[in-house]
């Protein structure tokens, strides 16, 4: 065993034990971040936050719910709501939670595809921010599920159909994915437990992993500049704060990040007290009715656009479409054929792709809500779904005949 | 200052994205249905038959609410009412029984739930005045179809009316206007409400299970009358938006042609109890999410304009 000397404070006592010290210059006072940078670099910490709100929320209503089908809708909507105090505002922040951390992703997201984030030495952060999207996408799917309500049920309905891949019926597929021939209690009670148990534990690997990404490469700047951060810390340490490129994670770029939280909290708690309804359906407080198909079935804000990339096909060439459109994201580094590191505005270009993509995938989740019924918003949508293939196959040629800067 | 602009950029994509998935989706999703303020007239009873071209009918109804507007000119005489009114109380009463596929409605508010214009148009013609007669063959056939032929009489209505409008109004709670308007049909169970009122506790669980049945043989027989078990009103506030539940309780057949669900000719000021009660229970966090709201948001105003000066003080002498 190793030789322990008598500490004399608690602090000292932990460092001979568990290297505090050291941990804290590796994580925070030492862990460097460029100083050119924005409030859009406060994303990542705001996400964290929101997990941290929709796991502590979830564990208050997780005392309360009942999977079953049974009981769920009346223990999310009368006991949560009427007998259990404050549960009202614990199932208003977990739902508006949930709507906004989509919404941030996304943010997190287009800011990482205009500056080059994901760009020779970072892809594995673009690939874990990914899979991130994926597993938190999975996980808004399987707690929509929870209430059983009308849109739980339905979605449910539709999602899991998928799985019989068009021409292929395979059904048994879809029927061994529900437990069941539709989706009832087997169904209720397996998409729970993903809920709370196995996809939050997915999410927690990734988020560590996708820090860990970071380590090496470092965060990128608003400039896209490459440079010594050895050099850039040794200067900060010398006191030289001015001249040095970079800043200590804590406390100069945590101090930001808090106030930027600050601002994004006063929206996210009045959003839950005054305008919550947008992220809860109001068709989801009918009770889940196997007999009584919904007028209109559409999914959450957050997946419309994959969703109006299914539609205005046939349905095996949908089924492609909605397939690659789920996974396209994720070789972002590999069709990106430019070497530059730069924000999208100096890029030739892949400045009017970036925009072209950004809009494009709105006005798709602006016709995956509309009824498919009006030819007019059809078209947009077939002519929106076809512009994002055709966006995605131009970009390594785009990118290729990039100059270099 | 480049940062704000960026911020811009950002605010302004996010209000557009919400613009387009919230109230330009909504816009598109649902059919826009003008309501006519509670005022029963038979406007929209008359249009929607022309719209289905069935012009004899939109003939009938015409003439009809034509014959309402007339009678409500008529000045009726309370004291008479109260006479014609003995008609009435064999079967509107307290704790009533199943006729025909409803209990028939208590009246003891009707006079401040409901218009004057509908009730007089209800007793010359049940199934008219609540907009289900193509529920029936012949409207007699109404489970208070008969009233046609044992109140005839224009004034013997006016005074009827009067004497509803004069004496069974005054004070009513939500809970009443709701039971009186709504709950024959509709159970609530977040207010432990049935078909058959108030459910009561019981000692013995026999007595549960006994009261139990009863409820679901009225059910049952509500069931066979309207074709379905109208719905649980529990949440309907958060089910339904606002203008949905005003103008389809007005007339059910705008938002749901062809339901067998009747106008109960709520006036506006009914309309307004019955609303809250369906507030306090579909949506009772509302005066505690009034009351803590203001305050947390301070406290993130507050949080932020300090996590400002912090961060200020650690950013000093970096540029």
């Known amino acids: 065993m190793a030789h322990f000397e008598k500490a004399n404070s608690i602090g000292e006592w932990l460092d001979q034990r568990l290297a505090v010290e050291t941990l804290k210059k590796v994580m925070q006072t030492e862990y460097w971040i460029p100083k050119n940078i924005n409030f859009l670099w406060a994303m990542g910490m705001v996400l964290a936050a929101t997990f941290g709100i929709l796991v502590v929320s979830g564990i208050f209503l997780l005392m309360y719910y009942k999977p079953d089908t049974n009981l769920a809708f009346d223990s999310v909507n009368y006991t949560i709501m009427s007998e259990v105090g404050y549960g009202w505002l614990w199932r208003h922040v977990h739902g508006v939670g949930a709507s906004l951390v989509f919404l941030i992703i996304y943010i997190h997201m287009f800011t990482g595809i205009y500056y080059g984030s994901y760009k020779k030495g970072r892809e594995l952060i673009w690939l874990s921010g990914m899979g991130l999207f994926v597993a938190f996408s999975a996980e808004a799917f399987s707690g929509y599920m929870l209430p059983w309500g009308q849109m739980s049920y339905w979605a449910g309905m539709v999602i899991t159909n998928l799985f019989s891949g068009g021409s292929l019926e395979a059904y048994g597929l879809v029927e061994w994915i529900r437990g069941d021939y539709v989706p009832a209690d087997a169904f209720l009670t397996r998409f729970f437990m993903l809920h709370v148990f196995l996809l939050p534990l997915v999410i927690i690997g990734l988020i ?24 850039a810390a040794e200067l900060y340490k010398a006191g030289k704060v001015k001249e040095s490129k970079v800043i200590p994670f804590s406390p100069v770029f945590l101090s930001k990040d808090v106030f930027v939280m600050g601002v994004y909290f006063i929206l996210f708690f009045y959003l839950v007290f005054y305008h919550f309804e947008f992220a809860m359906d109001p068709v989801n407080f009918d009770p889940a009715d196997g007999l009584k198909t919904p007028a209109h079935i559409y999914p959450e804000w957050y997946f419309l656009w994959s969703y109006e990339i299914l539609r205005p096909f046939s349905k095996d060439l949908g089924l492609v479409a909605f397939a690659i459109a789920q996974v396209i994201f994720f070789m972002l580094p590999f069709l990106d054929r430019s070497p530059n590191v730069a924000p999208a505005s100096r890029r030739g270009l892949f400045k009017y792709w970036f925009w072209a993509m950004l809009i494009d995938v709105i006005v798709l989740t602006f016709m995956g809500k509309l009824p498919p019924t009006d030819a007019l918003f059809a078209n947009i949508g077939l002519v929106s779904a076809i512009l994002f293939f055709v966006l995605w196959i131009a970009l390594p040629f785009i990118t290729k005949i990039e100059k270099k800067l | 200052m480049k940062e704000l602009k960026i911020f811009g950029i950002v605010a302004i994509f996010t209000l557009v994205l919400y613009w387009g998935v919230e109230p330009f989706a909504h816009s598109q999703m649902h059919k826009h249905v003008e309501g006519n303020g509670f005022v029963y007239d038979g406007k929209a009873d008359i249009e929607e038959a022309k719209t289905a071209k069935k012009d004899e009918k939109a003939k009938a109804k015409e003439a009809f609410w034509a014959n309402v507007a007339k009678v409500s000119k008529i000045k009726g005489d309370v004291a008479a009412g109260e006479a014609g009114f003995a008609t009435c109380m064999g079967c509107h009463m307290e704790g009533g029984v199943n006729m025909g596929g409803v209990i028939p409605p208590v009246l003891d508010h009707a006079g401040a739930l409901y218009s004057k214009n509908y009730l007089i148009a209800l007793i010359k013609d049940p199934a008219m005045a609540s907009n289900v007669d193509h529920k029936y063959a012949d409207t007699m056939t109404h489970p208070m179809g ?25 004070e009513v709670t939500t809970k009443e206007a709701f ?77 749901l042609p062809g339901t067998s669900m009747p106008r109960v000719g709520l006036s506006h000021e009914g309309y307004e109890k019955v609303h809250a009660y369906m507030t306090e229970i579909g949506d009772p966090s509302k005066p505690a999410r009034e009351e803590l709201g203001p305050k947390v948001i301070l406290f993130f105003i507050i949080f932020t304009g300090l996590a400002f000066l912090w961060k200020k003080s650690r950013w000093k002498g970096h540029y």
């Open chain 1, 208 to 231: 560590v992993l996708h820090f860990g990404t970071l380590r090496i490469p470092h965060v990128n700047n608003q400039d896209g500049e490459e440079f010594d951060y050895a050099e």
């Open chain 2, 179 to 255: 039971t009186e308007a709504c709950s024959r049909c509709h159970a609530m169970r977040y207010a432990k409400t049935t078909q058959l009122g108030d459910t009561p506790t019981f000692k013995y669980e026999k007595d549960t299970l006994a009261h139990k049945i009863k409820v679901i043989d009225e059910q049952n027989l509500v069931k066979a009358y309207m074709g379905k078990l109208p719905p649980d009103l529990s949440i309907i506030i958060r089910a339904r938006g606002h203008h949905f539940m005003e103008t389809f309780v007005e007339n059910p057949q705008s938002q």
């Open chain 2, 146 to 170: 008969s009233i046609k032929a044992m109140m005839a009489d224009d004034q013997q209505i006016a005074d009827v009316v009067a004497y509803l409008m004069a004496k069974k109004a005054g």
